[in-house]
C-alpha cells in the first residue's frame, strides 16, 4: 500500500523536529542573530521618504484628496532633495494578536516617521491606495524625480494577523485595475494568532520577544529581501433570500442578481438570489473547524480580556473546540454533526481543462478546506509532504503558493483533525483545482459555518433552495517580500 507522505520515517520525523525547532527560534526574533549590527541611521537614511513627499502624501490622505497635498511640492524649493533607496510605509493593527500593535508603532515611528506608519484605525489600506500613492503617481507623472523614485521602490510592511495583511493586499490590488505600475511588495510582522502567510513567506509565527532589537532587523530585511509571488482568490457566494448573519471583513454584499445560467443544478434556484464575493490567499473552509472558529471569534469580542496573546488564544482556541462535539460527532444524531456529504456537491476545473467535473464528497469528512499555502492552523502542513510516486498515483503535481491550484482536503472527525494537526498523518486528499464550485442543500440544516483565511461566519440555508458558492483565480498575483 502507498504511504502519501513519509513523517512516518525516523529520519523524517528528525527533520520534522528541527524545523519545529527553527521556526520556534525565529518567532522569538533570534535567527537573525548573526553578529551583524545594523546603524540605525544608516536604516534611516535608507527607508526615509523626503519631507515634502510624506507630507504631501499625508495631506492627501486626510483630506481624502489627490490633490490635498499640492502645496508641499509647490513650496518644497529647487535644492536637490536626495530620493530615497528603498522607502516604507507600514500598516499596523493595533486589534492583532495581543496587542502588541501600540508599542511596536512608537518603535516605529522613532526608526523611521510618524507620518510613514499608519494606525489601520486612523488610515484604512484603501485611502492609502486611493489618495497616498495617487498623490505620488500625479506628481511622479509631473516630473517630481522623488515622486516618481519613491512610487517606483516603495515597499508596504503590515504589521498584524492573516486579516489585516489580506486586506492590505486586497486594497493593493486595486492598482492593477487602475492600470498603475509596480504594485508594492509586501512584508509582514505578525502580530495575529495563526501567523501562516508570514510563515510562508519567511517572517516567522509570532511578534519577537526581543521586539526592540528584532523591528530593526525585519526592516533590514524589508529593505534587500527578494520578491516572490502569491496566488489570490475571487469567491462568489449565491443564497436564496436572507442575508448573511456576521459577514467577515472580506466578504461584501452586491446586492440581487439573476442566479448563474451556467451552472449545473441538482436542486432548485429561485428567481433572484443575494451575491456577495471576496478574496482569500490562504484558505476558505466549510464545515466544523468553521464552526469552532466562529465561536472562538465571538467568544474573544464578547471577553476581549482574553486576547492576552497568541499562545493564550492558541490554549482558549484548542479547550473551546472540544466544547463544540467535534470528538463525539461517531456518537451523535444531530444533523448538524453529521458529514458534509448529505448537503454538499463540488464541481471542480482541473489545470489547463475547461469542463467542470463532479467530485465525490468522502462519507466521513466534516470539514473541507481549499488550501492555497502550505501553513494552516498555526503553521501546521495539512496536504502533507507527498511523495512523488503518490503525487504520480493520484495525478497531483507538488504544491506552491503561486501554481494557480488549491488543495482541497477534509477533516474527519476531532480526532482526525488533532492527528494532522501536529503533522502524524496528512488529512484526507480529495482534489487539486483551479477552480472550484459548491451546491449546498439545506434539507434539515438551518445553517452551515464558513470561513476564508480565518474569518469565520454562519450561513443561513434554506429548505427549498440551493445556495452556490464559486471559487476561481484572480488573473494577477501579489508580490511578497521573503523574509527568508
Request: charged fraction near 25%; aromatic fraction near 8%.
Amino acid at each position: 500500500m502507498d504511504t502519501p507522505t513519509s513523517v512516518g520515517d525516523s529520519s523524517t520525523a528528525r527533520i520534522v523536529s528541527r524545523s519545529s525547532m527553527i521556526e520556534s527560534i525565529r518567532a522569538c526574533g533570534l535567527s537573525s542573530l548573526s553578529g551583524v549590527r545594523i546603524d540605525k541611521e544608516e536604516l534611516r537614511r535608507r527607508v526615509l521618504i523626503p519631507q515634502y513627499v510624506r507630507l504631501a502624501m499625508q495631506d492627501s490622505i486626510r483630506k481624502k484628496d489627490v490633490d490635498g497635498g499640492d502645496l508641499h511640492f509647490h513650496l518644497r524649493g529647487s535644492d536637490d532633495v536626495p530620493c530615497t533607496e528603498t522607502p516604507i510605509v507600514v500598516f499596523i493593527n493595533p486589534r492583532s494578536g495581543g496587542r502588541h500593535g501600540p508599542v511596536l508603532k512608537e518603535r516605529l515611528q522613532e526608526l523611521i516617521s510618524e507620518e510613514q506608519v499608519f494606525d489601520l484605525q486612523d488610515v484604512k489600506p484603501h485611502e492609502f491606495v486611493r489618495y497616498g500613492l495617487a498623490c505620488l503617481e500625479k506628481w511622479a507623472n509631473n516630473g517630481d524625480l522623488c515622486a516618481k523614485e519613491t512610487r517606483q521602490n516603495i515597499r508596504v510592511v503590515v504589521a498584524g494577523g492573516d486579516g489585516t495583511v489580506g486586506w492590505v493586499l486586497g486594497c493593493l490590488g486595486e492598482l492593477h485595475q487602475k492600470g498603475w505600475e509596480p504594485v508594492p511588495p509586501v512584508a509582514i510582522i505578525p502580530l495575529g494568532t495563526g501567523n501562516d502567510l508570514s510563515r510562508s513567506f519567511g517572517w516567522g509565527g509570532s511578534f519577537p520577544f526581543a521586539w526592540k532589537a528584532a523591528t530593526k532587523r525585519i526592516l533590514h530585511r524589508v529593505t534587500t529581501g527578494p520578491i516572490c509571488r502569491l496566488d489570490s482568490w475571487y469567491l462568489v457566494l449565491q443564497m436564496p433570500g436572507g442575508e448573511v448573519v456576521d459577514p467577515p471583513h472580506s466578504l461584501k454584499a452586491t446586492g440581487e442578481c439573476a442566479p448563474d445560467q451556467t451552472l449545473e443544478i441538482d436542486g432548485d434556484v429561485p428567481d433572484k438570489v443575494n451575491c456577495y464575493e471576496g478574496v482569500f490567499y490562504n484558505y476558505f473552509s466549510i464545515g466544523m473547524d468553521a464552526q469552532v472558529a466562529y465561536g472562538f471569534h465571538h467568544l474573544r469580542n464578547e471577553k476581549p480580556y482574553l486576547a492576552q496573546g497568541p499562545i493564550t488564544n492558541k490554549i482558549i482556541y484548542s479547550g473551546y473546540s472540544c466544547t463544540q462535539g467535534w470528538f463525539l460527532t461517531p456518537c451523535i444524531n444531530d444533523p448538524s454533526l453529521r458529514g458534509l456529504k448529505n448537503i454538499l456537491r463540488i464541481r471542480i476545473k482541473r489545470v489547463n481543462c475547461s469542463e467542470w467535473e463532479q467530485i465525490p464528497v468522502p462519507k466521513s469528512v466534516r470539514a473541507i478546506v481549499a488550501l492555497n499555502l502550505h501553513n494552516y492552523g498555526s503553521g501546521r502542513n495539512p496536504w502533507g509532504n507527498l511523495k512523488p510516486e503518490y503525487l504520480e498515483k493520484r495525478g497531483f503535481v507538488e504544491a506552491h503558493a503561486d501554481d494557480g491550484l488549491l488543495e482541497i482536503f477534509g477533516l474527519k472527525q476531532g480526532w482526525h483533525a488533532s492527528f494532522v494537526m501536529v503533522e502524524l498523518i496528512s488529512a484526507k486528499h480529495i482534489a487539486q483545482a483551479a477552480a472550484i464550485r459548491m451546491e449546498i442543500r439545506g434539507g434539515e440544516w438551518k445553517d452551515v459555518f464558513m470561513q476564508m483565511d480565518g474569518e469565520p461566519w454562519k450561513q443561513p440555508m434554506s429548505k427549498d433552495y440551493s445556495t452556490f458558492l464559486e471559487i476561481k483565480r484572480v488573473p494577477f498575483q501579489s508580490l511578497m517580500i521573503s523574509g527568508e
